[in-house]
């Protein structure tokens, strides 16, 4: 028996680094790419290359067709690493995909070991799949509010001092935006006072930094800088307008989520309390849920439904989005 638990360990340590640098792969081939070194130049070509081809190979079959089941997956996953500010650690859809099927193979492999029964380890490890998927949207769900609140608060600021054109606006408040987008805005002076960059070109840079929830005013302010007319101030007063509304339907749909969620938790907190206590009561129940196949086939429904719950409680808070 311990021999079977050291190498359930070493497997699972092993699959967790091999899902951690897939995740990370492209921000380490940018490090080891350039290396002389040999165990480097050997992880690049064993490891890091691969990964790198799945990557352009999935990213050319999902754009082939925009109604395919494969540009589905990989714009879902996309939107996770963008939601969730993993790009700019260079993640990738495959590397995400590898990442969480590995810790979803490992929660698979330790409940199988559990159940003696590995015979359920594929639906076990698609159980979990399902659960961490749900996870890490309900995650890029929250960061994705929090960061649409933070351009919202930054636009809402420049268009109350828009007179002497949007550039010379942003240069006076870049230390009053949020230190999350802040980067971005520093980033955008850079190309225009040091890259020689056009205010087009720059906005359009930084347009492709914020997401969608900049779009409007940035296609705004590309006019209103070529016409350098202070009577179109207007034309923004209607970005105000959707800020206003698009806080108060955060606030109504907030009001109704954590609701729903305080319910979720609780009950959520009943039902795993009695089920272990239970458990450790009546050896009876133990052995249901860990040998006998009706049991076992229970526990998976379980993950099953929490991840369906979860995904119910996302769509509610994707509502406004």
Known sequence: MSDI??????????????????????????VLVSSKDF?????????????????????????????????????????????????????????????????????????????DSFILLIPITAAFFYLIVVVFRFMGLLRY???????????????????????????????????????????????????GYSFKQAIGILNDKLGPNFTDFAQKAVLYEAKADETMEDIFSSIIETNRQRRTLRYINNIKFNELRTQFIVSFLLIIGYGVFSALLDPFILEFLT??????????????????VLSYLASIKAKSL
Request: hydrophobic share 50%.
């Open 145 to 195: 509010e929090q960061r649409e609140a933070e351009i919202m608060d930054a636009v809402d600021l420049l268009v109350s001092d828009i007179r002497g054109g949007i550039y010379n606006a942003i240069l006076r408040y870049k230390d009053s935006f949020h230190p999350n987008i802040r980067p971005f805005f520093l980033s955008f002076i850079d190309d225009i006072q040091n890259k």
């Open 39 to 115: 165990v480097d130049k050997w992880y690049y070509k064993l490891f890091g290359k691969a990964l790198k081809n799945m990557q352009v190979s999935f990213s050319r079959t999902a754009d082939l067709n925009k109604y395919s089941f494969a540009y589905k997956v990989y714009h879902f996953f996309d939107e996770l690493i963008i939601n969730l500010d993993m790009k700019k650690d260079n993640v990738t859809v495959t590397g995400l995909l590898v990442f969480i099927s590995s810790i979803s193979f490992v929660g698979g492999l330790v409940l199988a070991y559990l159940m």
């Open 5 to 30: 638990l050291v190498k359930l360990v070493s497997v699972i340590i092993c699959v967790l680094a091999f899902g951690f640098l897939a995740l990370y792969s492209n921000k380490i081939i940018n």
């Open 291 to 308: 040998q006998n196949s009706f049991g076992k086939l229970l526990l998976i429904g379980d993950i099953v439904i929490i991840a369906f």
